[in-house]
């Protein structure tokens, strides 16, 4: 069964940081492209990160470049999301997901170009 796990979400304070985790199973990470998302409320799910498979091209979103960090580990088949500088407006459900559509560095992800998808995660910053 194909399943992505996530954990880390939680209440921060703005300048704060949080780690947002995505533990596979059923899938190896290393031989897919994997990102990470985020919808605010009411807003549709925006591609934020990505990271293609071979690990030769990275995106971010304008929005958290230079503040936020996609990464795995192959011995624990996890994806990683490092977060810091947080802002209110960083405020969202996160997921994380999986596909084989390459990822450029110039292209933010879409939705439809992945097809395994974690449950969500809840970041809220707010002093």
């Known amino acids: 069964q194909l399943q992505l796990v996530e954990s880390g979400g939680g209440l921060v304070q703005p300048g704060g940081s949080l780690r947002l985790s995505c533990a596979a199973s059923g899938l190896i990470l290393d031989y897919l492209t994997i990102g990470w998302f985020r919808q605010a409320p009411g807003l549709e799910r925006e591609g934020i990160s990505c990271?293609?498979?071979?690990?030769?091209?990275?995106y971010y979103a304008d929005s958290v470049k230079g503040r936020f960090t996609i990464s795995r580990d192959s011995a624990k088949n996890t994806m990683y999301l490092q977060m810091s500088s947080l802002k209110p407006e960083d405020t969202a459900v996160y997921y994380c997901?999986?596909?084989?559509?390459?990822?450029?560095?110039?292209?933010?992800?879409?939705?439809?170009?992945?097809?395994?998808w974690g449950q969500g995660t809840q970041v809220t910053v707010s002093s």
């Open positions: 990271l293609s498979r071979n690990d030769d091209s990275t």
């Open positions: 997901a999986a596909g084989t559509r390459y990822c450029s560095a110039y292209v933010s992800p879409k939705t439809y170009e992945y097809n395994s």
